[in-house]
C-alpha cells in the first residue's frame, strides 16, 4: 500500500462543501482532502479556457498530495474541464488516477424525480452556456424537456455570506420567475450548482408549493459510493482514517467562519497556492 491516499474533493469556493457534507455522512471512513479556489472564485463567469486551467491546477494539487481520485464538486468546472482533463490530460499525467464530477451522476437520476418530464435547471452561466445538462438529460431522459436559467448572482452573494439578506431574496425571486416562464409545465427544479443548497429556504419560498426541488449532494454521494463498489481497486487505494482535511486559496479565516454553515461542522482550513510551485 502507498501510504495515505485521500478522496480529494475540489470547488471554486464553499460550494464543494455540501457534497462533501453528503459524502463525509454516507462513508465517514475514508480519508478526505478539500481545496476551494475561493480566491478565484467565482468559475460562474469565466471563459472555457481559463476554468480548464484553473481546474487542471487544482487537480495537479491533489495528485500531488497523493490522492488517485478526485471529485470536481463544482458544476462550472464539471462543464468546462472534466471531458478535456479525462481525455486529454489523464492518460498523459496521470493515467491510474481518475477524476470526476457532478453532471453524470445528476443526469442519470434527475428525471425520475419529475412526473411531466418537465425539468427547470438553475446554474451558473458558465454551466447552463456550457449546454451539459440538456445534451447529457438526453441520453438518459430522451423525452425529457428541460429549460434552463443562468442565476448570475446567486454565488456572488453565497461566497459573501449574503445569502440570507433582502438582496438574495430579491435575486432568488427573479431568477426563478424568469426560469418559470420558460414553460408552466416545470414540476423539478435541479439546483445544478454546489453552492445554491445554502438558499433552499428562499429558493422554496419563491418556488411554487408544489414543485420538486432537487439538490445534488445526496445523488453525488450514492454515485461516488456505486462508484467505488464497482472499482475494487481504486477502493482499496483510498485510505480509510476517517481524516478530513481542508485547504484554501485565500484566507483561512474566513474560509473557516463561512465552512461551517457549508460543511455543518466545525472547519479548521490551511492555506495554499495553485499554479506555481508548491512549497515543501
Ligand atoms: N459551486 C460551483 C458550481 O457548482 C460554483 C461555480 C462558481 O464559482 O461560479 O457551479
Same mark, same amino acid.
Given at each position: 500500500m502507498e501510504g495515505k491516499q485521500p478522496i480529494g474533493i475540489f470547488d471554486s469556493g464553499y460550494g464543494g462543501l455540501t457534497v462533501m457534507r453528503e459524502i463525509t455522512n454516507r462513508?465517514?471512513?475514508?480519508?478526505?482532502? $478539500?481545496l476551494g479556489d475561493n480566491a478565484?472564485?467565482? $468559475?460562474g463567469p469565466r471563459s472555457f479556457d481559463t476554468v480548464y486551467r484553473y481546474t487542471l491546477e487544482a487537480v495537479q494539487w491533489?495528485? *500531488?498530495? &497523493?490522492? %488517485?481520485?478526485?471529485?470536481?464538486?463544482? &458544476?462550472?468546472?464539471?462543464?468546462?474541464?472534466?471531458r478535456t482533463i479525462q481525455q486529454n490530460d489523464l492518460p498523459r499525467i496521470a493515467p491510474e488516477k481518475r477524476v470526476l464530477g457532478v453532471i453524470r451522476p445528476t443526469t442519470e437520476?434527475?428525471?425520475n424525480f419529475s412526473p411531466s418530464g418537465n425539468i427547470g435547471i438553475l446554474g451558473t452561466s458558465g454551466t447552463v452556456n456550457s449546454g451539459s445538462y440538456p445534451i447529457e438529460i438526453e441520453k438518459f431522459f430522451p423525452t425529457a424537456k428541460v429549460f434552463q436559467q443562468a442565476c448570475p448572482m446567486?454565488?456572488?452573494?453565497?461566497? &459573501? #455570506?449574503?445569502? &440570507? %439578506? #433582502?438582496g438574495a431574496d430579491f435575486?432568488?425571486?427573479? %431568477?426563478?420567475?424568469?426560469?418559470?416562464?420558460?414553460s408552466a409545465m416545470i414540476d423539478t427544479i435541479l439546483l445544478a450548482c454546489t453552492h445554491y443548497p445554502l438558499m433552499l429556504g428562499k429558493i422554496k419560498?419563491? %418556488?411554487?408549493?408544489d414543485m420538486t426541488i432537487i439538490t445534488q449532494g445526496e445523488i453525488v454521494a450514492r454515485s461516488l459510493d456505486d462508484y467505488l463498489e464497482r472499482h475494487p481497486a481504486m477502493k482499496s487505494r483510498c485510505s480509510a482514517g476517517g481524516i478530513r482535511e481542508f485547504f484554501t486559496t485565500d484566507s483561512t479565516? *474566513?474560509?473557516d467562519n463561512h465552512a461551517t454553515t457549508f460543511f455543518g461542522e466545525p472547519v479548521r482550513s490551511r492555506h495554499t497556492v495553485l499554479g506555481q510551485p508548491q512549497e515543501g
Open positions: 462513508m465517514p471512513e475514508y480519508d478526505y482532502l $478539500y478565484r472564485a467565482p $468559475y491533489f495528485f *500531488d498530495r &497523493n490522492c %488517485s481520485l478526485v471529485i470536481l464538486a463544482c &458544476n462550472t468546472a464539471s462543464a468546462k474541464a472534466l437520476v434527475i428525471g446567486w454565488v456572488p452573494l453565497i461566497e &459573501n #455570506n449574503e445569502f &440570507n %439578506s #433582502n435575486f432568488v425571486r427573479k %431568477s426563478i420567475h424568469e426560469l418559470l416562464l420558460k419560498e419563491y %418556488s411554487p408549493a479565516e *474566513d474560509f
